[in-house]
């Protein structure tokens, strides 16, 4: 029982590029999230998908985007990425739609922009 | 709106002193609160919620409705105990709040 995984755990890419952050979680959660971690701002939600079929934004989405590819998965697309966009990514889940209940969290992606 | 604050960025104390993590909150509703514990270069993982009412690896955390605050606290810090401690809001619907963060450095 792995719990959420997320790949890859590093990666250092160019302004301008794309790339996608993979994230699997074999627990049987209905809702799954993005967050941002950065320095002094603790972490800050990005997109979320309260069941299969649905994405909605959270507090920054704006240079992403997000596809819930089955219960399981929910990947987190930068289709330009950006200076700003370097920061430790973690996708989390849980098992309700939304709200009380503990999230449990992947290692982390370290991204960097050049 | 909700939101967390975490007013120390950085706390240090002495292997065995007593530490306290402040958490307060700003929401009118029953929220839920919750301590998240982030090790270095690790996961956050789940350290307490307020609703279990349970010590984990002897932190305990008090809900204060009246003071809107959900403080950490340990009687006698380990130098294991040194990561960065995140509070977390939720309310059924909604989606988490976390704070800032404070960084517990332990000592020897």
């Known amino acids: 029982n792995a719990g959420v995984t997320q790949t890859p755990k590093f990666q250092v890419l160019k302004t301008g590029q794309s790339m996608t952050l993979q994230c699997a979680q074999d627990?049987?959660?209905?809702?799954m999230y993005w967050y941002r971690q950065d320095p002094g701002m603790g972490l800050r939600l990005i997109y979320y998908?309260?069941?299969?079929?649905?994405?909605d934004k959270g507090e920054v989405p704006n240079g992403y985007n997000v596809s819930r590819l089955n219960k399981r998965e929910f990947s987190l697309r930068l289709e330009s990425a950006a200076p700003s966009q370097t920061s430790v990514y973690f996708c989390?889940?849980?098992?309700?739609?939304?709200?009380?209940?503990?999230?449990?969290f992947g290692d982390g992606t370290r991204l960097s922009i050049l | 709106a909700q939101r967390v604050t975490q007013p120390e960025k950085l706390l240090s104390v002495f292997k065995g002193a007593p530490v306290e993590l402040k958490c307060n909150y700003s929401?009118?509703?029953?929220?839920?609160l919750f301590w998240y514990v982030q090790y270095s270069r690790q996961r956050l993982q789940l350290l307490l919620r307020?609703?279990s009412r349970e010590s984990i690896k002897g932190f305990t955390a008090d809900l204060n409705k009246g003071e809107t605050s959900f403080h950490l606290k340990k009687p006698f810090a380990q130098e294991e105990d040194s990561a960065m401690y995140y509070c977390?809001?939720?309310?059924?619907?909604?989606?988490?709040?976390f704070g800032p963060g404070t960084r517990l450095s332990v000592l020897p």
């Open positions: 977390a809001l939720a309310e059924y619907g909604q989606n988490f709040v």
């Open positions: 307020h609703i």
């Open positions: 929401y009118s509703g029953s929220p839920e």
């Open positions: 989390a889940s849980s098992i309700g739609e939304r709200g009380n209940q503990p999230q449990h």
């Open positions: 998908s309260a069941s299969e079929g649905t994405t």
């Open positions: 627990m049987n959660h209905n809702s």
